[in-house]
């Protein structure tokens, strides 16, 4: 009986060798001018949110425009967003993972780096909204002195489990499949001084059957552990809202929809960056096009329950014939104050993925990377949408402000930006991007059979 195999995701002319220097040609070799433009930008947008953050914490919360009732701001905007992105990493990796999705080796990498720089972004913004940063460890419940408890009855509090859980396993699971790869680069790197440091990463790896036994037992261990946070950590977000009485959080779609707006806007990212990575470090035989429409399918599916989501929250507004959930949904978001807000999302999220469902438009780079960065542009003014327009006005309308952030709203969240491009360009610079055992163990050798198969049968 006849093996069925996927088809190829790489070339047939591809060898073992091959493959360790063209993915590692990044560590040895000098960068090329994308990387040196690249870390440019993201230090200087750095330095910009290090300024910001420097003058809030001298000066005060009141050069934000914070205003009641929207005292969220988007300094919470900010935390959604970034907890989304971190999403998709671990779908890539754990999820697909699981189902033996072979299209994920090139791109499981970047996108567990991208969870643990997206997740530090995002806790940057909950310390600095607190206003005291420097008692933000009264968020963790501990014995002490002042018979202080953190009230385990507030979202706010299963935000520091979840996330910090998240990322914790997040970690482990990322370092873990790393292992075998820094053991490569490690044996191949031409100085000493950093081949005792890759050495010490790498765990004195020496890749004996031993070794890949609890490899493999570990990786899947982890995979099986992340798998329920891919599903729980927005839904603990989404918590923050759908469990208060605020006109336009109080929605029970608000879990399942955040998910799927979560990995929505997480795969964008990773087309967005691995763009630049594809053609920065000349990865074109690793990060194919096959890969990138896959990942752009993925987006078309999750666009679909999003716009779902969309319609749900307006026509239950619509037929629950209630004044205060029809001002909120419909008028203050389409057709008020903040109809600039509603219908970008509109464009960016519904109908712009919409391209995708043409194989030209998920086959070419130029309007691949276009989309993503309009989608998540979209996804940011979502969680904006969410947030400040459900607060601006509420029950009592002389509490009714209009909110507009400040410079500093937008230097903080710039900042962000450059904290996130600087991590994974460093990553890119010392790391391989690419996991290389993962793709050898997809390659077709010479004579056409898998090379993962071949090695089993052996």
């Known amino acids: 009986m006849a093996l069925t195999v996927d088809p190829p995701l790489y070339r047939a002319d591809l060898t073992l060798t091959q493959v360790n220097k063209d993915i590692t040609a990044a560590i040895f070799r000098r960068p090329n001018a994308y990387w040196f433009v690249g870390m440019c930008i993201s230090l200087s947008c750095l330095c910009i949110g290090a300024v910001v953050v420097w003058i809030q914490l001298h000066v005060g919360m009141g050069l934000l ?53 997206a997740v530090m972004c995002a806790g940057l913004f909950p310390l600095l909204h607190i206003g005291r940063t420097l008692i933000a460890y009264w968020l963790i419940p501990y014995p002490n002195s002042r018979h202080l408890w953190v009230n385990f009855r507030s979202p706010l509090i299963w935000d520091v489990f979840a996330v910090s859980t998240y990322t914790i396993i997040s970690l482990l699971f990322w370092y873990q499949g790393m292992i075998p790869d820094l053991a490569t680069v490690r044996d191949m790197h031409p100085k000493p001084f950093a081949r005792k440091v890759y050495g010490i990463f790498s765990q004195r790896w020496k890749g004996t059957a031993r070794d890949w036994h609890h490899y493999e037992a570990a990786y899947g ?8 946070l891919v599903l729980s950590v927005h839904s603990v977000v989404s918590s923050d809202f759908a469990v208060s009485s605020v006109p336009g959080w109080h929605d029970t779609i608000f879990p399942p929809y955040f998910v799927a707006g979560a990995i929505f ?34 987006i078309l599916a999750t666009s679909m329950i999003v716009s779902y989501g969309y319609i749900v929250e307006v026509f239950m507004a619509w ?49 691949l990377f ?42 903080t969240f710039i900042g962000s930006l450059g904290l996130f491009f600087t991590m994974f360009m460093l990553f890119a610079r010392f790391v391989p991007v690419i ?15 898998p090379a993962a198969l071949e090695k089993t049968h052996a």
């Open 65 to 117: 425009g914070l205003k009641r009732p929207g005292m969220w701001g988007t300094y919470i905007v900010d935390f959604v967003f970034w907890v989304g992105i971190a999403h998709a990493g671990t779908l890539i990796s754990a999820i697909l993972f699981l189902f033996r999705q072979r299209w994920r080796t090139a791109i499981n990498r970047s996108a567990e780096a991208m969870t643990i720089f």
């Open 221 to 228: 261990l982890f995979a099986a552990i992340a798998t329920p």
């Open 265 to 298: 806007s997480g795969f964008a990212m990773v087309i967005t960056v691995l763009t630049v990575v594809r053609k920065a470090f000349n990865l074109e035989d690793y990060l194919t096009i096959d890969h990138m429409e896959l990942m752009a399918k993925i």
């Open 319 to 367: 037929y629950s014939e209630n004044p205060v959930e029809n001002h909120v949904y419909i008028w203050i978001r389409f057709f008020g104050p903040y109809l600039w807000a509603g219908w970008t999302i509109t464009f960016c999220n519904c109908i712009a993925p919409l391209i995708f469902w043409f194989r030209f438009a998920r086959r070419n780079m130029v309007i």
């Open 370 to 411: 276009i989309t993503s960065i309009i989608i998540n542009i979209g996804m940011w003014f979502e969680r904006y949408v969410i947030i400040v327009t459900s607060l601006s006005q509420d029950f009592i309308p002389t509490n009714w402000r209009y909110f507009a952030p400040t410079i500093y709203d937008v230097g």
């Open 435 to 449: 996991a290389i055992s993962e793709v050898k163990s997809v390659l077709r050798n010479p004579v056409g059979e």
